[in-house]
Structures are given as structure tokens and as C-alpha cells.
């Protein structure tokens, strides 16, 4: 049931669902082109409105991770609660553009530690993680997620294919409900669940429970897992268009959204 109430329940972190646009190109002459207007765009603003009700939301995108300056992470999550990732490949964490400019480390050997092992950490000590699907979660296109080749990967309730592991159709794919009394999914209208257009095809861990499957496929689209004193929820399809171009107008949207937080937060059994 959605959450009705003005109190909200700690600090969330969203990383991932932001793009850039350019466009559109214009050629107008054999000796060039113009490329005219540009734009920002959050996908993820729908998840953000079905959770801002009870829980304080700060959403990041992928290059704001990349610039982000060591230590700034283990900041943000020492006030957070809950931690969204979507579509967002694993080497963003890794990465820091200044860690690699010469004149700056002045020839001296530096590290700086590892961003997803400090999220596993947070995790382990209590943390909760909502690890959502895209072309760039979990193996993602052509492999580029990375996520089952990352420092990551152990934690997860699932495990990631060593290929790309987009499944995608324009006919759309509609969920199965195993486990209807799990208080992430309990009480929605899954009879109603629309057509997605795509997940990230995973095998569940034998310590991942499958909460909700595709029903056309048998693959997990839901699974919940424990990781030290954690919890982590996959959702192998994408919260915002394309693949949840449907998904957004479910009358349960918000309160699986909240739910699936309550959760992983503990605020649930």
C-alpha cells in the first residue's frame, strides 16, 4: 500500500538516469554541418516523485560519480539510508579524472580506495541497495555494465551473465509473482502490471530469493537478497523509458517503489 504519511524515512542516494541530448544535426551544405539545441534530461524524475513522499532523494548522474572526489562517497552514504543504482556501469566508480594527470601526483605512487568496495562495506554494516536494470546495469549492452566482472559481484543476489544480456521485444514481457507475501511486493495489482520492453537476464543465487519472474521467459525480474547486515532488491528491468515506458503508468508503481525501500531499509521484516 502506498505510503500516505509526511514523515520521511532518511536519505536516499540515486545514482545513475541522467542524459545529455544534442541534436537534432543539420547538414545544409557539402562543407558542413550544424548541430543545433542540447538538453538534459533526468529519467528517473517519476521514480523520484513515487519516493519523495518518504524519503529525502539526492539523485547524481554516471559523470558526477566519475568526477567525484575520493572520499566524497563514504560522505554521502555515511548520511543515507538507502542507495538507488541505475544504469550505471561499474567502471564509474572506479575511475576519478584528476587520479590520472601526472602533473598533479607529481610522479609518486597513489591509490585511492576502491568506491564499490566502500558500498559493499556500507552494505554489510546495514545499508540498503535497490540495483536497478538499463543498458548499462549488470552485464548491460555488449558487456559494458561490467558488474559481474567488478568487486562487486559477490554481494549481489544474482549473477550477471558473462555476455550481453539484454532480452528485448516490442511485444513487451508481463511479471509472475512467486513470492506474494514478501513485503516488497505484497498487496500490488500485478494482475495489472503493463508490458516491459526489456530486462537484464540474470541467474538467481542460491541465497537469492525470486520474488517476481517473466512470465514469458521464467527469468527473475525481482529478487531479494542479504548481504551482512544489509539488504539488497534487483529489478532486472529499467525504472524509465524505454523499458519502463509502460512500467511508469502502473497503478502500483509508487507503492512497489516504497515498498521495495521499506525494505531494504528495514523498515519492514
Known sequence: MQQTTDVKRGHVLYLGDWVFSVGPLFIETPFGTETKDADLHFY???LVKAIDPVVDVTSMANWELYRMQPGRLEEILGTSTGLIISDVE?????LFPS??????????????PDRLTTVKNWIADGGGLLMLGGWLSFSGAFGKGGWG?????????????ATEDLV???????????VPDHPAVKGLNWK?????FGYNEVTAKPEGEVLVRVKETGHPLVVAGEYGKGRILTYM???APHWGLNFELWDSYDAFWQQSLDWVKKQTA
Open 44 to 46: 528517473g524524475k517519476r
Open 237 to 239: 528491468s529499467d525504472p
Open 149 to 161: 566482472r567488478s568487486s562487486f559481484s559477490n554481494a549481489l543476489p544474482v549473477q550477471c551473465l
Open 168 to 178: 528485448e521485444s516490442s511485444a513487451g514481457f508481463t511479471a509472475e509473482v512467486l
Open 90 to 94: 561499474a567502471k564509474c566508480f572506479h
Open 192 to 196: 495489472n502490471f503493463p508490458p516491459i
Open 99 to 112: 587520479f590520472f594527470d601526472r602533473a598533479q601526483r607529481k610522479d609518486t605512487v597513489v591509490t585511492f
